[in-house]
């Protein structure tokens, strides 16, 4: 009898335990690891409340103060989140899962392989999403590629190169939202990646740049069919830029208090990099604010490692046996700060966290299997191969932006 659906499925519950996929997730990825998580997002949308101001009805004089208690009140707003979609697929070929038959280990590392693979690429998106904003941009071009047989496209950010892979289907636009689409050779607009020179800053599209190409510098690079779709991150939820009147933020004009409503900002990218961050926390301390995590690129944080030099001091955070962290502390005005570093943080910016107010919000866990059929193997409707979905309907929030920073670094 070959191999069937019913007796693969048994084996995939042996083998991918939640706590299995979990430690998949997390492994490589702090801030998706440490946030805390609601994994019931049921209903069509998620109400955060938020008090950003108190009843002005005060005054030295009574009747100053009988007259504005009479016409103010708490200022109350809710961000209303919704959930956003992403998904991740592996196939496999029938005749591989048939040809291990009989030999248990090479059967099960075939499929894993893949099924590992797809859960991967799926929190790594996530991961990266939770740093970036809802545009879905994964970086920026640094400059029109030359004509040549495969066009040569050079990072603008180096760091933002881990968010390439090869065999990447992207699309290139001027800008995040609005513009225009960019093309290689006056029509070809989908670029997948055939390499990627992760030294160099550089990746490489196989189909050829000609002089009707439009990829000009700045531009936006994004994968294919994520453009305006993903997960708002800290971008999105501390903005480079504070929000001007009218521009809706989960149902919430954050110009009112551009500080409470859509965190702190502040410009150290001509202080050193120690000096930058207890600034930072400074400004969130006098907001209110408790800054306890802090979230930089490698280069910053090796940056940061030199700058302290002898003053050092190390901290471990420990999810599991599995699972574990290495940052470094340093003293903020509110208490130690645990500095730690991460790929998914894009290289000029540090994000200065109060961690309690945050919370990716899902329906089921963050990174689940799509098995709502009871199957977690499907049969492909027109290739003899067999296919594992796993997706992802989540939103990250904040109750207190406020209470958090955005700090740009050189």
């Known amino acids: 009898m070959s191999l069937d659906l019913t007796s693969f499925d048994a084996a995939l519950k042996q083998h991918y335990t939640n706590d299995m996929v979990e430690n998949l997730v997390y492994a490589d990825n702090p801030l ?38 009479g016409v103010t009140n708490s200022q109350i707003t809710d961000f209303v989140l919704t959930r956003v979609k992403d998904y991740s697929i592996a196939t496999i070929d029938n005749e591989t899962l048939e ?26 998106s996530l991961a990266v999403s939770m740093f970036r904003d809802s545009s879905g941009q994964i970086g920026q071009v640094n400059a029109e590629p030359a004509e040549a047989a495969s066009t040569v496209i050079t990072m603008k950010s180096a760091g933002d190169i881990t ?14 939202s609005g513009g225009t689409q960019r093309n290689l050779d006056g029509s070809t607009t989908q670029m997948i990646v055939s390499a990627v020179d992760r030294g160099a ?5 196989s ?39 009218g521009d809706s933020f989960f149902s919430v004009d954050r110009s009112v208090d551009v500080t409470r409503l859509a965190g702190v900002r502040y410009d150290g990218s001509s202080d050193p990099i120690e000096e930058a961050l207890i600034e930072g926390a400074s400004r969130v301390a006098r907001e209110g604010g408790k800054i306890d995590h802090c979230f930089l690129s490698f280069a910053k944080y090796a940056e940061l490692e030199k700058s302290l030099g002898s003053k050092v001091q190390y901290c471990d955070l420990t999810m599991n046996a599995e699972i574990g962290f290495r940052g470094i502390l340093i003293n903020g005005p509110r208490g130690t700060i645990k500095v730690l570093p991460t790929q998914n943080c894009p290289d000029n910016v540090a994000f200065m966290l109060q961690l309690s107010t945050w919370k990716l919000y899902s329906l089921g866990k963050a990174v689940r299997v799509i098995d709502s059929d009871g199957l977690k193997m499907l049969r492909q409707a027109s290739a003899d191969g067999v296919e594992v979905r796993y997706g992802s309907y989540s939103q990250l929030g904040c109750r207190a932006p406020g209470f958090n920073a955005r700090i740009k670094l050189s």
Do not use: C
């Not at 280990?105 to 893949?114: I, L």
């Not at 892979?165 to 699309?171: D, P, R, S, T, Y």
């Not at 800053?201 to 599209?205: A, E, N, P, V, Y």
């Open 32 to 69: 998706l690891a440490l946030v805390a998580k609601y994994e019931e997002f049921g209903g069509k949308n998620l109400p955060i409340p938020l008090i950003y101001g108190n009843p002005q009805g005060r005054s030295a004089t009574f009747t100053n103060a009988q007259t504005r208690g």
């Open 99 to 124: 040809a291990s038959k009989g030999n248990a280990n090479a059967f099960m590392e075939a499929a894993t392989t893949e099924i590992d693979g797809a859960i991967h690429s799926l929190s790594r």
């Open 163 to 176: 968010n390439i892979e090869v065999g990447m289907a992207l699309n290139i636009w001027s800008a995040k």
């Open 201 to 205: 800053g550089t990746f490489t599209i």
């Open 207 to 245: 189909t050829a740049y000609d002089a009707s190409g439009t990829i000009a510098a700045d531009d936006f690079i994004f994968v294919e069919g994520d453009r305006g779709l993903k997960l708002s991150g800290l971008e999105s939820w501390l903005p480079e830029t504070a929000p001007t009147s």
